[in-house]
């Protein structure tokens, strides 16, 4: 039988195949490395567009803080407003309440008797002055007591002054007497 050979027929095959797999290799890795590219490229713009996103975002919220901030000094000066109407109701509130306490008060001082200073701490009325006697001082003190506008009042200082009353030269008396303004009348604003 005779012999063929072939061999150089086999190697021509696997030389063949050979090339083919690597032009195959080529072409994948080829492949491969254009669509690793295409996938970069594609985070990439993913990446660029949540950058662009994120920075509308803090501009946005920048300019909402702004807004913030500018609610807040109105809310300051809305407070600072209603504070000052607060304060202006209660001064107007108390004008005739005023009014009231100095006719009260013309109303309390009998004769023989003049107030020198007057001072206001709160509810409390502190009533400085002269009288020819004690009787006058006392006369006062129950004539504040009546008054539906004064409460409890209370003699703090009597003494005898360097002043004295015309040529005959009666001697005076200072006194200092404090009294509490009747709180109801005041919150009522009652007349």
Same mark, same amino acid.
């Given at each position: ?10 190697? *021509?095959?696997?030389?063949? =195949? ?23 490229? +594609? ?5 660029? =567009? =949540? ?6 975002? *803090? ?10 901030? *500018? ?7 809305? *407070? ?48 400085? +002055?002269?009288? =020819? ?32 009353? +015309?040529?005959? +030269? ?22």
């Amino acid at each position: 039988m005779p012999r063929i050979n072939l061999l150089p027929w086999r190697a *021509e095959l696997r030389r063949q =195949q050979k090339q083919e797999f690597m032009i195959m290799l080529g072409v994948a890795a080829a492949a491969g490395t254009l669509i690793g590219v295409l996938v970069l490229f +594609g985070f990439v713009q993913v990446i660029n =567009q =949540q950058k662009a996103r994120n920075s509308y975002l *803090e501009i946005e919220i920048a300019k909402l803080d702004k807004k913030i901030e *500018e609610i807040r000094l109105l809310r300051k000066k809305k *407070e600072e407003f209603l504070a000052r109407i607060r304060a202006i109701e209660g001064l107007q509130t108390r004008r005739p309440t005023n009014v009231r306490l100095f006719d009260e008060l013309v109303k309390a001082v009998p004769e023989g008797l003049s107030l020198v200073k007057l001072g206001l701490k709160g509810s409390a009325i502190e009533l400085e +002055g002269v009288a =020819q006697s004690n009787a006058r001082v006392s006369a006062l003190m129950r004539n504040l007591d009546a008054s539906d506008w004064m409460q409890e009042p209370s003699l703090k200082v009597i003494k005898a002054s360097t002043k004295t009353e +015309g040529k005959g +030269g009666a001697q005076l008396l200072d006194f200092n007497v404090q009294v509490k303004q009747v709180e109801s009348r005041l919150e009522d604003g009652a007349l």
